[in-house]
């Protein structure tokens, strides 16, 4: 027998299927086997399961017919339609693996787009939640920086003049970068400047600010407004309850790829029955911040609270390094 006719014989059989299975995919779709109707519509896939392997197989007999038997002899219909009889469960079972095919697929892609859904919730749940603790941020430092106005109307009318002024430069970087969830170090420390001269013109002499800061970390992000609280806690647990002048030192560095800023103060630091991990100098601010970088980074963060070696509190975060 020449090669060509077994080849040819199969090739045209491999492409009656794939003429037809578009066909099936379509019927796949327009008679799922879904709830509330797949009784009648396994009905219909079982009769055209049988219909196409009898009519895929007495094709596949003509085909057989002319190229490979005796054509001479006469076609038979009876030979035809036994031959379709015994053999047609190869095409019946070809339909059926066509319809698991499809379904596979589209179950495939419904899986996808329900964990595509979910992280996408879960990403606009996390940024609500971010937000709702930035916006509590803003009320706790208002407070305190009016609470001061107040302490100084009646004492020195210029400098609370000017702390409106600073208060009011202050609101408008956070009104700028309001939509902003992160920002670079170098914008971080802008709005820390704004909030130090508020407190410097309330504390006057008492308070010096020492910034030693990596120029590569400047373009670091972080997350917008986490410094501030940090340095209003070390006023106002470090440098406020003392009468000595007092020192807040803010330190960034690049290390083994994270972004390292302590901001240490010279007051009292933590008594020894507070230890480092009490909640006791935790007030809204500094709850909020371990919060927030707890939503941002999960598990890769470190936010810790340790005495100096001399005296005073140190805080200390580190987070990926990364820039825009």
């Given at each position: 027998?020449?090669?060509?006719?077994?080849?040819?014989?199969?090739?045209?059989?491999?492409?009656?299927?794939?003429?037809?299975?578009?066909?099936?995919?379509?019927?796949?779709?327009?008679?799922?086997?879904?709830?509330?109707?797949?009784?009648?519509?396994?009905?219909?896939?079982?009769?055209?399961?049988?219909?196409?392997?009898?009519?895929?197989?007495?094709?596949?007999?003509?085909?057989?017919?002319?190229?490979?038997?005796?054509?001479?002899?006469?076609?038979?219909?009876?030979?035809?339609?036994?031959?379709?009889?015994?053999?047609?469960?190869?095409?019946?079972?070809?339909?059926?693996?066509?319809?698991?095919?499809?379904?596979?697929?589209?179950?495939?892609?419904?899986?996808?787009?329900?964990?595509?859904?979910?992280?996408?919730?879960?990403?606009?749940?996390?940024?609500?939640?971010?937000?709702?603790?930035?916006?509590?941020?803003?009320?706790?430092?208002?407070?305190?920086?009016?609470?001061?106005?107040?302490?100084?109307?009646?004492?020195?009318?210029?400098?609370?003049?000017?702390?409106?002024?600073?208060?009011?430069?202050?609101?408008?970087?956070?009104?700028?970068?309001?939509?902003?969830?992160?920002?670079?170090?170098?914008?971080?420390?802008?709005?820390?400047?704004?909030?130090?001269?508020?407190?410097?013109?309330?504390?006057?002499?008492?308070?010096?600010?020492?910034?030693?800061?990596?120029?590569?970390?400047?373009?670091?992000?972080?997350?917008?407004?986490?410094?501030?609280?940090?340095?209003?806690?070390?006023?106002?647990?470090?440098?406020?309850?003392?009468?000595?002048?007092?020192?807040?030192?803010?330190?960034?560095?690049?290390?083994?790829?994270?972004?390292?800023?302590?901001?240490?103060?010279?007051?009292?630091?933590?008594?020894?029955?507070?230890?480092?991990?009490?909640?006791?100098?935790?007030?809204?601010?500094?709850?909020?911040t371990e919060a927030r970088l707890r939503q941002f980074y999960g598990h890769d963060y470190r936010f810790e609270l340790k005495n100096g070696k001399e005296a005073g509190l140190t805080v200390t975060i580190e987070i990926p390094f990364k820039i825009e």
């Open positions: 027998m020449p090669w060509y006719k077994p080849v040819s014989l199969e090739l045209t059989y491999a492409l009656i299927w794939a003429a037809l299975t578009p066909l099936i995919v379509w019927m796949a779709q327009r008679f799922r086997l879904e709830r509330g109707r797949i009784s009648s519509n396994l009905l219909i896939h079982i009769f055209c399961g049988l219909f196409i392997g009898v009519a895929t197989r007495m094709v596949h007999d003509l085909v057989f017919y002319y190229l490979i038997y005796d054509s001479n002899r006469p076609l038979s219909l009876m030979w035809l339609l036994q031959n379709a009889f015994l053999i047609f469960d190869y095409g019946a079972m070809s339909y059926w693996l066509i319809l698991v095919i499809v379904y596979a697929l589209e179950s495939s892609q419904r899986s996808q787009q329900i964990e595509l859904r979910a992280s996408r919730l879960q990403a606009q749940l996390a940024q609500s939640q971010l937000q709702a603790l930035k916006m509590q941020l803003h009320p706790h430092f208002l407070f305190n920086t009016l609470n001061s106005i107040s302490a100084l109307m009646n004492k020195n009318t210029s400098a609370a003049d000017t702390m409106i002024a600073r208060l009011g430069d202050f609101l408008r970087l956070t009104l700028e970068n309001s939509g902003k969830q992160e920002v670079s170090l170098y914008e971080e420390l802008q709005f820390l400047k704004c909030y130090l001269e508020i407190e410097r013109i309330r504390f006057q002499d008492r308070m010096s600010v020492k910034m030693d800061i990596e120029a590569e970390t400047l373009e670091a992000r972080l997350p917008n407004l986490i410094l501030q609280p940090i340095v209003e806690n070390a006023i106002c647990h470090g440098l406020q309850p003392q009468d000595m002048p007092g020192q807040i030192e803010i330190e960034s560095k690049r290390l083994n790829g994270h972004l390292r800023v302590a901001i240490t103060d010279n007051g009292p630091g933590l008594s020894s029955k507070e230890g480092s991990d009490s909640l006791a100098r935790r007030g809204v601010g500094l709850t909020n």
